[in-house]
């Protein structure tokens, strides 16, 4: 398992911060700079054809290089950048393995000697019809180059990455405020809620409030959810509460899911994430709500690709996903528990997760569309 990242649960908090941030991605690039041992690191948003770079966050970088960099159109000779937008979204690599077939001009080979730059880890983070969305983090010769044990200990930043970028999109294309919640909610195309640290219901987008309307399984009373089932109303209770805390720096980063039954149809799918406290708000969570009827469901190739599991536990992780148990499970797949909850513990080992509940929250961020 890869180690564990500086300050990682503080670094995740920072980046969903970003999204209410007024300087949007820049101070957790100076975190995520601080936690990976790095010099410099940028997200770039770049215009495909022709290449061109149409909005930066960084840190590291000289006001006086940033300049040099965009009037020059330098990203047009970038190893990485060239590579980037030929290729889907996926996980950290080095640049190292580009750099034996590039050849740059005088003027970027000049940079980089002055800049004694090394290697990069990069990230394409997402892409458009026309644009992509690229993290890259620099290091010095001093510094040496990454491992690839540290780049799966970025790779666990992935999911969150992606899920807050596109959430910045979302906003950015319909001229929303990023500084309020309910402009970041009402873009969702699935039912979410806002709890504050005392789980009370502050806000819910239209998917939320027509989810209230039509189920009889659960609801929303002096302003706090209220589920028909004692069982659901219990579990719901302790996962919130301990996703506030975490939200509050008083537990490690943690997200849960929780699965409600309804009859004749398949269960809702509830994501709990811990909101950072901020000039909004003093810790709460964001409640996503998925409903298996109108999303489809990662599938197993898709997660045994991502997270490198093989095709049995890829297989038993998408049932989990779906709100199976591990003796269901075992029953359909004609298996021991014993061999179920074995898988479980080699996918919580390689993605990471610890709960089922966090591994389904990071299933479903990293690869819901």
Known sequence: MAPALQNEPDLIQTLYRSLTHREGFHAFLEKLVCSINGCAAQLLVINRQPLRMEHLWYHGLSEEFIDWYLKNNMIAQDVVTNQAVKQAPGLFQSALPLLPEFQPDEDYSKWE??????DSAWLVVDNTRTHSFVLTIQRTVAQGP????????LNRLVPHIRQTVQLYRQLETRNQAASSLAAIIDVLPDATFVLDSLATVLYSNR???????????LGIRDERFRFAESDAQSAF????AQVVRSSMGKEDYCSETLFLKRDNRSALIFVIRPIESSELLAGGALVSVYEPEKRRLPGADQIAAYFGLTR?????????????????ISTQNGRSVSTVRSQIKQIFQKTGCSRQGELISRVLAALLR
Do not use: H, W
């Open 207 to 217: 998917a939320a409030r027509d989810l209230i309307a039509r189920e009889r399984c």
């Open 237 to 240: 209770f302790r996962a919130s």
């Open 146 to 153: 990454y491992r690839q044990v540290e780049l799966d200990a």
């Open 312 to 328: 049995a536990e890829a297989l038993v992780c998408e049932m989990l996903v779906s709100g199976k148990d591990p003796r269901t």
């Open 113 to 118: 000697n002055d800049q004694d730059m090394l």
